[in-house]
Nanobody
């Protein structure tokens, strides 16, 4: 079992930065692929970024490449999403998720555990 709690969302102007954090509970955090997804009103939940159990391998959605960075600290059971050069279209609820042996890093159906989400609003 893994419980996830996100934090760090808020209101920021376009071009600004935010760092999202996700705190995990459970003894086997380092066994899970960790991902970030987001969901805007009226849209499906979409993939943002993910990294492997060790953090060595990462994947990004095209929308965030060059602007977002995912990282993790297995000792602290934390995963982060650094978001720079934010745009109004980045506005969404951002979710942290954990997957054990996922078929796909980018498919939300591969993830077993989800946090409650944190709101990110980017004003123009």
């Amino acid at each position: 079992q893994v419980q996830l709690v996100e934090s760090g969302g808020g209101l920021v102007q376009a071009g600004g930065s935010l760092r999202l954090s996700c705190a995990a509970s459970g003894r086997t955090f380092s066994n899970y692929v960790m991902g970030w997804f987001r969901q805007a009103p009226g849209n499906e939940r979409e993939f943002v970024a993910a990294n492997s159990e060790s953090g060595v391998n990462t994947r990004y959605a095209d929308s965030g490449k060059g602007r977002f960075t995912i990282s993790r600290d297995n000792a602290k059971k934390m995963v982060y999403l650094q978001m720079n050069a934010l745009k109004p279209e980045d506005t969404a609820v951002y979710y942290c998720a954990a997957a054990r042996y996922p078929r796909s890093y980018t498919d939300k159906r591969s993830y077993d555990y989800w946090g409650q989400g944190t709101q990110v609003t980017v004003s123009s």
